[in-house]
């Protein structure tokens, strides 16, 4: 099993900066893959980021590339997702997840990839 706890959310101002912090413990050897994703209101939850593990690829999703940075710290356990430039369309529930793939097959951003999740953190941009 893994935990996942998120920390970080707050209300912003559009323009604005956060950093999202995502720990990890319990039997980190089932997981190769960290990503982030988030859920709107009404929406579908989305992939917006992914880090492997070893070897540190990153993959992000379109709406966010440019502006989201993802990164870890391996020592720590720990993944972060900087977020500059927010929108107010960034608003919604962020989620971590960490699960165990093979790089090449396009699941980094999938909900499928991931087999555990935090609770979610609240990111709220206002206008």
């Known amino acids: 099993q893994v935990q996942l706890v998120e920390s970080g959310g707050g209300s912003v101002q559009a323009g604005g900066s956060l950093r999202l912090s995502c720990a990890a413990s319990g039997y980190t050897y089932s997981r190769n893959l960290m990503g982030w994703f988030r859920q709107a209101p009404g929406k579908e939850r989305e992939g917006i980021a992914a880090?492997?593990?070893?070897?540190?690829?990153?993959y992000y999703a379109d709406s966010v590339k440019g502006r989201f940075t993802i990164s870890q710290d391996n020592a720590k356990n720990t993944v972060y997702l900087q977020m500059n430039s927010l929108k107010p369309e960034d608003t919604a529930m962020y989620y971590c997840?960490?699960?165990?793939?093979?790089?090449?097959?396009?699941?980094?951003?999938?909900?499928?990839?991931?087999?555990?999740w935090g609770q979610g953190t609240q990111v709220t941009v206002s206008s």
């Open positions: 997840a960490a699960g165990f793939q093979s790089e090449g097959r396009a699941m980094e951003l999938k909900r499928l990839a991931y087999a555990y």
């Open positions: 880090i492997y593990i070893s070897g540190g690829s990153t």
